[in-house]
């Protein structure tokens, strides 16, 4: 059985120590295309006190981390934004590195 949101948003939170998770299934925009037959499409918005001073590529590194066992069964494709809770409180504080 594929991947579904609300695995995703279990693993985040759990391995992340979130203040929000949000998580989207964009699948039914990538309908046709070829890695539509490989696996779903989401968009991810998620806010941890652990990605207080880290780059866009740590943050992300994190992520992937947290859904390692979940990649295989399905996610083709993650759009991610990745704040530190400073940022979402202040947006000028993580300016271009979500």
């Given amino acids: 059985m594929p991947v579904n949101a609300s695995e995703i948003q ?26 539509a037959r490989e696996g779903r499409h989401f968009s991810v918005r998620i806010v941890s006190p652990l990605f207080v001073d880290l780059s866009r590529l740590a943050k992300h590194r994190l992520v992937y981390d947290a859904l390692a066992s979940l990649i295989p069964q399905g996610i083709h494709a993650l759009a991610i934004e990745a704040l530190a809770p400073v940022a979402v409180n202040n947006p000028t504080q993580n300016l271009g590195d979500t």
Avoid: N
């Fill in 10 to 35: 279990s693993a985040l939170e759990t391995a992340l120590q979130t203040s929000e998770v949000i998580v989207q299934d964009d699948s039914h925009l990538h309908a046709g295309h070829a890695g």
